[in-house]
């Protein structure tokens, strides 16, 4: 069975009383494999966040359907979605998404504590997640006491913890400095390494080619996609660099 599939997804996004919206997403369809490493890419506006909170049923399409495992999202009732949410999916944003009154082990725990698992569950979860992650020494810290990166990383081990089905993330690296970038994406390389399905939007390209596939979207549709294959890191960075070139210079290439 397909473990994640996008079938002919529209959002029009419409402000009260106005008869035209913005269709954001026309027909997206793709399917994804348990335990790969997807990165979406597109231009800014084409719709990658829309098509991330779709899928993690922050936000419901206007038409069509995603399936995890098979089972219809838009089956799932209203006052099952948090739980869904917390249980299945693993979120990390931008900008962290710490509580700053919180050390870094009480905003990893807060899924946990949030779903009423006992304590000695959660200490037992923590340090292999922690360990991997390189945090352990500073996991009694505030977030306003450690690095961005490290800050990143709490994140990650809060998405994890409650073992997701699928990890999301967007623009993961956005706001860390080339180091602590790389040392994140290495992290989701060898997480996914271990099986972790992860959905990724980024501008980045340097991001993008530590997945195996890279999903375009470009006028509301997934128009390309690349799949690393046996590429290092570099090459498939330089083959994503390409195609994003041919992209940019879509018009000229018509004029030819
Ligand atoms: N809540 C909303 N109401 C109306 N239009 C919206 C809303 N959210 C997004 N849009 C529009 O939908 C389109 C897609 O937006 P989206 O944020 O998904 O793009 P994106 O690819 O993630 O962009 P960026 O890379 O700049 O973050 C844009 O034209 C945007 O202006």
């Known amino acids: 069975m397909t473990f994640i599939e996008v079938k002919n997804i529209k959002k029009v996004y419409r402000a009260k009383l106005a008869t035209k919206g913005t269709e954001a997403l026309s027909d997206v369809n793709f399917s994804v494999n348990k335990g790969e490493f997807i990165a979406i890419m597109g231009e800014s506006g084409s719709g990658k966040t829309t098509l991330l909170n779709i899928l993690s049923t922050l936000d419901k399409p206007s038409s069509g359907e995603v399936y995890l495992e098979g089972q219809p999202l838009s089956k799932i009732k209203d006052k099952e979605i948090s739980r869904f949410r917390r249980d299945t999916l693993g979120f990390v944003f931008q900008d962290f998404n710490l509580l700053d009154t919180f050390n870094l082990k009480d905003n990893i725990f807060l899924p946990l504590v949030l779903s009423g ?26 977030p306003y006491e450690v690095s961005g990166g490290q800050k990143q990383r709490a994140a990650v081990a809060r998405a994890l913890i409650t073992q997701p089905k699928v990890l999301l993330a967007d623009e993961p690296t956005g706001a860390l400095d080339s180091k602590a970038s790389q040392n994140l994406l290495e992290t989701f390389e060898r997480i996914n390494e271990e099986g972790q399905t992860i959905m990724m939007v980024t501008h980045s390209v340097q991001a993008a080619s530590y997945s195996n596939r890279v999903l375009f979207i470009r006028d509301g549709i997934v128009y390309h996609e690349l799949y690393r294959g046996n590429l290092s890191v570099d090459d498939f960075r330089d083959k994503i660099a390409q195609s994003m070139l041919v992209v940019t210079n879509r018009g000229e290439q018509h004029e030819e």
């Open 117 to 142: 698992t006992p304590v000695i569950e959660m200490e037992k979860r923590l340090l292999p997640i922690a360990k991997n992650l390189g945090i352990h020494e500073q996991i009694e810290r505030f």
